[in-house]
Nanobody, 126 residues
Framework: VQLVESGGGLVPAGGSLRLSCAAS????????LGWFRQAPGKEREFVAA????????YYEDSVKGRFTISRDNRNNTVYLQMNNVKPEDTAVYYC????????????????????WGQGTQVTVSS
């Protein structure tokens, strides 16, 4: 399984950015996909996840109402639309694949995910 993130960059506070993650794998359509981020000196943290069918999404509290996760199973791509970004959103953003097949709950942790991509840097200027 391979994941390739893109779409990061420098954006002013209040601006928008759309991240993409192209994925490949035989069981990808049966797995939840998630976005995580890691700021310098901090551990990787959960941002958002979307279940295998794409009809259920879950967000970390600080991004609710600002970020939207979506997926296109036909093209094996997951997106993260980031609106009204804040300086504290600055981090390297990673996408990952949930190891639990057909999971549709709302309990997502870093330990549940694997096959990380190389990440894409998001920098929000104040």
């Amino acid at each position: 399984v391979q994941l390739v993130e893109s779409g990061g960059g420098l954006v002013p506070a209040g601006g928008s950015l759309r991240l993409s993650c192209a994925a490949s794998g035989p069981t990808l359509s049966l797995c939840a996909l998630g976005w995580f981020r890691q700021a310098p000196g901090k551990e990787r943290e959960f941002v958002a996840a979307i279940n295998w069918s794409g009809d259920s999404a879950y967000y970390e509290d600080s991004v609710k109402g600002r970020f939207t996760i979506s997926r296109d199973n036909r093209n094996n791509t997951v997106y993260l639309q980031m609106n009204n970004v804040k300086p504290e959103d600055t981090a390297v953003y990673y996408c990952g694949i949930d190891r639990r097949l057909l999971y549709s709950g709302n309990d997502y942790t870093t330990a549940d995910f694997g096959s990380w991509g190389q990440g894409t840097q998001v920098t929000v200027s104040s």
